[in-house]
């Protein structure tokens, strides 16, 4: 009797282990570094900094995943956040402007990722994104690095405003901008390997508001350290004059550079009347 009851488990146990196997997603590698690069500079050709807007297409903000998906798909899911098919996103693309547009789109059974979700949400050089019954594991780093903070200060109208760099209980970066004027922003040097970053290199910059429940994205390039004194920066709400109404803010924001790697750190806002 033992012994049948051992044959039973072993062969349901063969069983289950078949029905898991089955159910299991079909896992596509993909490297599209070269054709993430070719994008990238239409994509600052066509939008950074520009006066008028032109319309996102796939040579110039969306990146081709695949051409032969069939499912009908609702919703995806990169690093475990699901986007939604109709979900829109805002895209920061410089000069105040924006791009509300959705992460995906599929068209003619051709799934669509924009670039600047595909850069800041890689791990490792690849960003995993669970389509359906699909996974697809997109290369859009090679040379995959961490890119570290320097020097940290505040700009532009300084008086009453400061910046620091610290860690957090975790050892996650923590970059805090005290401030008494709209126009005070902060910014930091990037290094890779110990040396700033030269000027004019693309950036790819993720925005989570975790009290608003908000996501963006956008571009941004270097700038001359030697000259500026850091690398890029970032506003909070930009005010013409003194503070008014003080917002006190915490942004878990990522970088994101082609062929540097990237960086995820907090930013913490404090106003101040």
Same mark, same amino acid.
């Given at each position: 009797?033992?012994?049948?009851?051992?044959?039973?488990?072993?062969?349901?146990?063969?069983?289950?282990?078949?029905?898991?196997?089955?159910?299991?997603?079909?896992?596509? #590698?993909?490297?599209?570094?070269?054709?993430?690069?070719?994008?990238?500079?239409?994509?600052?050709?066509?939008?950074?900094?520009?006066?008028?807007?032109?319309?996102?297409?796939?040579?110039?903000?969306?990146?081709?995943?695949?051409?032969?998906?069939?499912?009908?798909?609702?919703?995806?899911?990169?690093?475990?956040?699901?986007?939604?098919?109709?979900?829109?996103?805002?895209?920061?693309?410089?000069? #105040?402007?924006?791009?509300?547009?959705?992460?995906?789109? @599929?068209?003619?059974?051709?799934?669509?990722?924009? @670039?600047?979700? @595909?850069?800041?949400?890689?791990?490792?050089?690849?960003?995993?994104?669970?389509?359906?019954?699909?996974?697809?594991?997109?290369?859009?780093?090679?040379?995959?690095?961490?890119?570290?903070?320097?020097?940290?200060?505040?700009?532009?109208?300084?008086?009453?405003?400061?910046?620091?760099?610290?860690?957090?209980?975790?050892?996650?970066?923590?970059?805090?901008?005290?401030?008494?004027?709209?126009?005070?922003?902060?910014?930091?040097?990037? @290094?890779?390997?110990?040396?700033?970053?030269?000027?004019?290199?693309?950036?790819?910059?993720?925005?989570?508001?975790?009290?608003?429940?908000?996501?963006?994205?956008?571009?941004?390039?270097?700038?001359?350290?030697?000259?500026?004194?850091?690398?890029?920066?970032?506003?909070?709400?930009?005010?013409?004059?003194?503070?008014?109404?003080?917002?006190?803010?915490?942004?878990?924001?990522?970088?994101?550079?082609?062929?540097?790697?990237?960086? #995820?750190?907090?930013?913490?806002?404090?106003?101040?009347?």
């Amino acid at each position: 009797m033992k012994i049948v009851n051992f044959i039973f488990v072993l062969v349901l146990f063969s069983v289950l282990t078949l029905l898991i196997v089955g159910c299991g997603k079909n896992t596509v #590698n993909v490297n599209l570094k070269d054709k993430c690069e070719a994008i990238s500079l239409n994509l600052v050709e066509t939008f950074y900094d520009k006066e008028s807007l032109e319309e996102p297409t796939e040579d110039n903000f969306f990146v081709e995943i695949t051409s032969n998906e069939e499912q009908n798909l609702s919703a995806i899911t990169i690093n475990d956040v699901i986007y939604k098919k109709d979900m829109k996103v805002k895209f920061s693309v410089g000069n #105040n402007n924006f791009l509300e547009e959705n992460v995906w789109k @599929l068209e003619k059974n051709k799934l669509f990722v924009a @670039l600047p979700t @595909l850069y800041t949400e890689a791990r490792g050089g690849i960003t995993k994104i669970e389509a359906g019954t699909k996974i697809y594991m997109v290369r859009v780093f090679d040379n995959f690095g961490s890119i570290t903070v320097g020097e940290v200060g505040a700009y532009g109208i300084i008086e009453g405003s400061n910046a620091e760099k610290t860690t957090d209980s975790s050892g996650k970066l923590v970059v805090s901008h005290t401030r008494e004027s709209g126009k005070s922003f902060v910014g930091w040097e990037l @290094l890779k390997e110990g040396e700033p970053i030269e000027e004019g290199k693309i950036i790819y910059t993720k925005k989570l508001y975790e009290k608003e429940k908000l996501i963006s994205y956008g571009i941004d390039m270097t700038v001359d350290v030697k000259e500026n004194g850091y690398s890029s920066g970032l506003f909070n709400y930009y005010e013409n004059g003194p503070i008014t109404t003080p917002l006190n803010r915490e942004v878990d924001y990522t970088l994101a550079i082609p062929n540097y790697g990237k960086i #995820n750190f907090i930013v913490n806002f404090i106003e101040k009347k």
